[in-house]
């Protein structure tokens, strides 16, 4: 599997040496499409409208068990290509509200990576 590597700052595209669109191979290539996943509004991407979270129905400004918010996160996971099992673990919410945590992989290979929220 491979995909457009995006940088992890910005999380934008990136060109490699020669200038051409730099693409990422499994594991990474994997664990960029999960943070994506998770990081998409529900019904945002033009393309799929069925990718994402709910975040405007069920999880922002509203109360949500952490439970619920993390079955929501490993579904959405598992939708991803060559994700086998998904482990959302919150590790933290700041006084900001500003939510901490990683979702632990097993892909179909049976290789394992972890994903921060």
Do not use: K
């Not at 051409?20 to 999960?34: E, G, I």
């Not at 409208?49 to 996971?77: C, H, K, M, W």
């Amino acid at each position: 599997m491979q995909t457009l590597l995006l940088d992890r700052s910005t999380w934008d595209l990136v060109v490699d040496a020669s200038g051409s669109m730099a693409v990422a191979s499994a594991p990474y290539a994997v664990a960029q499409n999960v943070a994506c996943a998770v990081r998409v509004f529900l019904g945002e991407c033009w393309y799929n409208t069925a990718l994402g979270l709910p975040y405007l129905t069920n999880i922002l400004g509203r109360t949500q068990s952490a439970a619920l918010f993390r079955a929501d996160v490993e579904q959405t996971a598992l939708s991803v290509e060559g994700v086998a099992q998904a482990v959302c673990v919150i590790t933290g919410l700041s006084p900001a509200r500003r939510l901490s945590g990683i979702i632990q992989l097993t892909l179909t290979d049976g290789s394992q990576t972890v994903v921060s929220l």
